[in-house]
């Protein structure tokens, strides 16, 4: 094999690593049978969330895999696949989720999050969860819940004398 080949190879190898170091979460998608535009539509959504689209090799991803130890994603990188890296946990695969409803050319078949290799059904269950903001939320109204409830006793106790 020529050279310059197999460093480029190595060198998009190298990169691969490295994105799958930085994103908390990646999603192996099947793209087969969407247009132009439809992957452009989902592209220009994943970049709102701060969230890429890229297609590789599935032999270099493997290779990427290997190296990080990851190997069980492998069974996964078989046809056509795209890659969506995301910064966030959960919103590449919410976005992924709303737009394979939506497009059913676009399947989800697996993901790596936070480290975890996930089928299909479990990148749909991380898609359901709120976001982060959301989560916050939630915990503040429970950490508040015994003190409201205890305010409102207190006054109904000054209200009712």
Same mark, same amino acid.
């Given at each position: 094999?020529?050279q310059?080949?197999?460093a480029? $190879? #190595?060198?998009?190898?190298?990169?691969l690593?490295? #994105?799958?170091?930085?994103?908390?979460?990646?999603? =192996?998608?099947?793209?087969?049978?969407?247009?132009?535009?439809?992957?452009?539509?989902?592209? #220009?959504?994943?970049?709102? =969330?701060?969230?890429? @689209?890229?297609?590789?090799?599935?032999?270099?991803?493997?290779?990427a895999?290997?190296?990080l130890?990851?190997?069980?994603?492998?069974?996964?990188?078989?046809?056509?696949?795209?890659y969506?890296?995301?910064?966030? =946990?959960?919103?590449?695969?919410?976005?992924?989720?709303?737009?394979a409803?939506?497009?059913?050319?676009?399947?989800?078949?697996?993901?790596?999050?936070?480290?975890?290799?996930?089928?299909?059904?479990? =990148? $749909?269950?991380?898609?359901?969860?709120?976001?982060?903001?959301? @989560?916050?939320?939630?915990? @503040?109204?429970c950490?508040?819940?015994?003190?409201?409830?205890?305010?409102?006793?207190?006054?109904?106790?000054?209200?009712?004398?």
């Open positions: 094999m020529n310059t080949i197999l480029s $190879k #190595k060198e998009v190898v190298a990169n690593v490295d #994105k799958f170091n930085t994103s908390k979460s990646v999603v =192996v998608v099947e793209y087969r049978g969407l247009t132009v535009s439809e992957i452009s539509e989902l592209r #220009k959504q994943l970049r709102e =969330v701060n969230a890429s @689209l890229s297609v590789y090799k599935n032999t270099l991803v493997q290779k895999n290997d190296s130890g990851h190997e069980e994603l492998d069974q996964y990188l078989t046809g056509s696949n795209a969506v890296f995301c910064s966030d =946990v959960i919103a590449g695969p919410k976005v992924l989720a709303k737009f409803k939506k497009n059913k050319k676009l399947g989800i078949k697996a993901g790596l999050i936070e480290g975890t290799v996930m089928d299909a059904d479990g =990148v $749909k269950e991380v898609a359901k969860l709120p976001g982060r903001e959301g @989560l916050i939320s939630m915990f @503040l109204s950490l508040q819940a015994p003190i409201r409830s205890f305010a409102c006793t207190v006054k109904a106790v000054a209200d009712s004398k």
